[in-house]
């Protein structure tokens, strides 16, 4: 059941457009007109004009691709006859550059056939669309090569469509809508976002789509990172569909023996997953009956917020770093206790999303070490040391009193370790497996999402995102994935701009500060004005604006076409700022 259900929500998202200028021998690369996300392409299929040479014929069906809507309708124009009718394309779609060649094969691959050409298509493939309809960046060649046969009415047409389907990056977003699916933190309410990407067309059937990949449980990378409220054996009976009041039905099966505080989960998760698909209100029915007691529709505003505790409250303004010493980033003022009176030498800290808590590392008798204390007190010193640790990050969720009891930190880019608060007030430290992102290198930086399910890591050079895998034993940073890889580079340091989006600062002056989601699909560069690269620091968190260091100073901004503006706290010292996280 859980299988067919991850089909149909394979099968639910698939698109492509037609078009392109004929070329007599050889197709240059040329750039798509881009589309923002959501804006779909006419889903009506027209057959192709008349007398394409072979290579529009390959260039227009690679753009075609994109369309899934019956059964890939629109491609399927460009194959012959034979090949339209057997055509069964896999699970998997490879989304390439807008810049892509496509050129007549020679030599040897050239048929003996005169009424055959193959055209060999050559890009970069940026990603692929998994069956679980979520998008996996990669860097890497990409090559198909198509047979073109001129037809019995003389028209070229393709005979051996490729397994998998691939697209132009703008066909791609033309076509499908990037959907928030949500899920819940391991061991707390707080909602984690799962992009996963839907076919746009046909729009009627976006809600249906969405409740699908609920119905079918988190994308491969969040299995073990999050927990789904719905189980197994849910389903919905019948038709997720629009009912003549106006409302969105959603009929569901299998969820009533639930608990009313699940049920209360259900529903949230639900009606914020619709919201980036539809301004409906939400009718949510168990078995004929409202899911929850006395509230059967739903607005987006009848949710409570179950993402407050991934954000710092308004009463925390941020701190920084500056010779040794933490200091409010508000007003620059030092904070109370030792770390702010300069008793020690401190090299980065990390304060707990609720404030309470202080991680810092300084440097003592030739080595860095940790210290875990409360906020404006005395922090105890952990047995943990080494030639570097990187910046602390605080894991999300309280213990038994209230304050925050984990904190990481990467000990000389090798050994990721999670800091415990002991039944007795101490703090001891135990290893995190952290196999998978060591084959890419040493870690330099390492930040927590506020909702605990993911780390952003930056790894020679490269940003990574890993999820979080907890079991009763042990702690995993499983299947991390390279954001970007090729074009972004020279990386320095990350922060959470939101829980599904990331802010980076690098050592290249051509992209100083960049914006990317934890998939890695684009990248947002910031205005570069009135920054002094390198930029060598970031902190960022929701709502909040975001600020930088250079060798000038503190910088903030709040959107990516902004002028960085002075921080009013900005010192000309070496100043590293952070927000509670």
């Excluded at 006859?81 to 490879?94: E, I, Y």
């Excluded at 906020?375 to 570097?388: I, K, R």
């Excluded at 503006?565 to 070496?574: A, D, I």
């Amino acid at each position: 059941m859980k299988g067919a259900r991850r089909l149909f929500a394979a099968l639910a998202g698939v698109v492509l457009v037609a078009g392109c200028a004929a070329v007599p021998e050889e197709s240059q690369p040329v750039a798509v007109q881009q589309q923002e996300l959501g804006q779909a392409s006419n889903p009506d299929v027209q057959q192709p004009a008349r007398d394409l040479d072979a290579l529009t014929v390959a260039r227009d069906f690679v753009r075609a691709n994109a369309q899934p809507i019956s059964n890939n309708a629109a491609a399927r124009t460009y194959l012959d006859d034979n090949a339209a009718k057997a055509w069964q394309p896999g699970k998997v779609m490879n989304v390439i550059d807008d810049q892509f060649n496509t050129v007549y094969a020679a030599g040897a691959d050239v048929p003996a056939n005169p009424n055959e050409v193959v055209v060999v298509v050559r890009g970069t493939n940026i990603g692929m669309l998994n069956p679980d309809s979520s998008f996996l960046p990669s860097r890497s060649p990409y090559e198909l090569r198509l047979l073109v046969r001129k037809q019995s009415d003389g028209q070229w047409r393709i005979s051996n469509p490729p397994a998998d389907i691939v697209m132009p990056y703008s066909d791609f977003t033309a076509n499908y809508v990037q959907v928030p699916v949500q899920f819940f933190a391991q061991d707390s309410n707080t909602t984690v976002p799962d992009l996963r990407y839907v076919a746009a067309k046909p729009q009627t059937g976006l809600p249906a789509r969405v409740i699908s990949l609920l119905l079918s449980g988190p994308s491969d990378q969040l299995v073990g990172a999050v927990r789904n409220p719905l189980p197994e054996d849910a389903n919905v009976e019948g038709n997720v569909t629009t009912t003549p009041d106006g409302a969105l039905l959603v009929p569901l099966t299998g969820v009533g023996d639930q608990t009313p505080e699940v049920k209360k989960l259900i529903a949230a998760q639900i009606v914020l997953s619709l919201q980036a698909v539809t301004t409906n209100r939400v009718r949510l029915l168990s078995d004929g009956a409202p899911l929850v007691d006395g509230h059967e529709d739903w607005y987006y505003t009848d949710v409570p917020s179950y993402s407050s505790q991934a954000s710092p409250g308004a009463d925390l303004p941020g701190l920084m770093t500056v010779n040794g010493r933490i200091r409010s980033l508000a007003d620059g003022a030092a904070i109370a206790g030792p770390a702010g009176a300069g008793v020690y030498q401190v090299v980065s800290a990390a304060q707990s999303i609720d404030g309470r808590q202080l991680a810092i590392v300084e440097n003592a008798d030739g080595r860095q070490q940790l210290r875990v204390g409360a906020y404006g007190g005395t922090p105890q010193q952990v047995n943990l040391f080494g030639g570097t640790l990187t910046r602390p990050t605080w894991r999300p969720t309280a213990t038994a009193d209230g304050t925050a009891g984990e904190v990481w930190t990467v000990v000389d880019g090798q050994a990721v370790v999670r800091v415990l608060r002991t039944s007795d007030g101490g703090w001891t430290g135990q290893a995190v497996n952290a196999e998978e992102v060591l084959t890419v290198g040493p870690i330099s930086a390492l930040r927590l999402s506020r909702d605990g399910a993911r780390a952003a890591m930056v790894v020679n050079g490269q940003l990574l995102v890993a999820s979080v895998v907890r079991t009763q034993d042990s702690v995993t940073l499983r299947g991390p994935r390279i954001l970007q890889m090729g074009s972004l580079t020279g990386v320095v340091d990350v922060d959470w701009l939101s829980q599904d989006s990331l802010v980076a600062v690098t050592s290249m002056p051509s992209q100083p500060v960049v914006k990317v989601p934890i998939d890695g699909l684009r990248m947002d560069t910031f205005n570069s004005s009135n920054l002094t690269p390198p930029v060598y620091a970031v902190t960022a968190a929701p709502g909040r604006p975001i600020v930088v260091a250079d060798t000038s100073g503190l910088w903030t901004a709040s959107d990516v076409g902004e002028v960085w503006r002075p921080h009013t706290s900005s010192v000309s010292s070496h100043v590293t700022p952070f927000y509670p996280g």
